[in-house]
């Protein structure tokens, strides 16, 4: 049986890595929509990739870990892509946390129980998580270590803490890289390693229904701004994942990856810093 990279979110961004670190391999995709799982499988399949599909809700711990059965059925997990995920301008906070950041959890948990030893994954995070301001020690270490079923009961992601869908996914993501940072360590006792790639904005439907919703001017003066003075496109998320999940990434693992064209750098620095 040839080894399994199994992709969690069917968009642009993990069809990009799979299309880079998938040859000869089965990818098995899947999504919430049984729908955007079978648009991405007709792309790759055409393109000569070996492809299954399948549904996942990642915020129940039910379905992930019948993903896993579904995963291990075809063969030896060798490669994890996640890049499911909600956005602040599509959720509420409580669901931006239970997918984002429990989800996350979820997936890097149940994986973790079964990825084969040379095996990588990446999740994908986001340039939000280093605008956060920085967190207590006690904050990280509960974020990065609190059991799964746990981690939504913290006080600090209480609803009256988290009022605003952007500091819920902004606490997710900054959640996410720690986490992964944490879970590098279990992969590695497997001979596993584990990333976050943290994109800025990358122009995918996602990233346009932001454009075009409450925060469309906020992102435009990010694109304006940014050093890179453009977007960034999924290819180019792409080469990093591949990089990170490929043998030149060997030496990497429980790291995450800025790539923003420069945002970050001047929102703390520069013309976008807060007045």
């Known amino acids: 049986m040839p080894s399994v990279v199994v992709v969690i979110g069917a968009g642009s961004i ?8 998938s040859a000869g391999k089965h990818i098995l995709l899947a999504d919430l929509r049984q729908e955007n799982a079978d648009a991405a499988a007709k792309t790759l399949t ?15 711990c039910a379905s992930v870990h019948a993903l ?20 602040p301008s599509q959720a509420s906070p409580e669901t931006i946390l239970k997918v984002d950041l429990y989800g996350t959890a979820l997936v890097l948990e149940e ?12 999740v994908i995070a986001s340039q939000s998580g280093h605008r956060l301001p920085s ?13 799964t079923e746990d981690l939504l009961t913290l006080p600090m992601l209480q609803p009256d803490q988290v009022t605003d869908p952007l500091r819920a996914y902004q606490i997710s993501k900054r959640g996410n890289s720690l986490r992964v940072m944490a879970e590098a360590v279990r992969w590695g006792k497997r001979g596993a390693r584990i990333n976050t790639i943290s994109p800025g904005i990358i122009i995918t439907p996602l990233a346009n229904d932001e454009l075009k919703g409450p925060r469309g001017a906020g992102y435009r003066r990010m694109i304006e701004a940014c050093a890179a003075g453009r977007a960034g496109t999924p290819d180019e998320v792409g080469t990093v ?13 429980g790291s995450d990856f800025l790539m923003d064209g420069g945002v970050t750098a001047a929102y703390w620095f520069g013309e976008l810093a807060p007045k």
């Open 14 to 21: 993990g069809q990009a890595i799979a299309r880079r670190v």
């Open 46 to 60: 055409d393109a000569g990739f070996m492809v299954s599909t399948v549904t996942v809700d990642v915020s129940s």
């Open 68 to 87: 896993v059965q579904a995963a291990t059925a075809l063969g030896e997990v060798s490669g994890v892509i996640h890049a499911a995920g909600v956005s």
């Open 111 to 122: 994986f973790g129980n079964v990825i084969a030893q040379g095996g990588a994954g990446v």
């Open 135 to 147: 967190l207590s020690v006690e904050q990280n270490k509960a974020l990065a270590t609190t059991p």
């Open 241 to 253: 994942g591949a990089l990170l999940m490929g043998p030149d990434g060997a030496f990497i693992t």
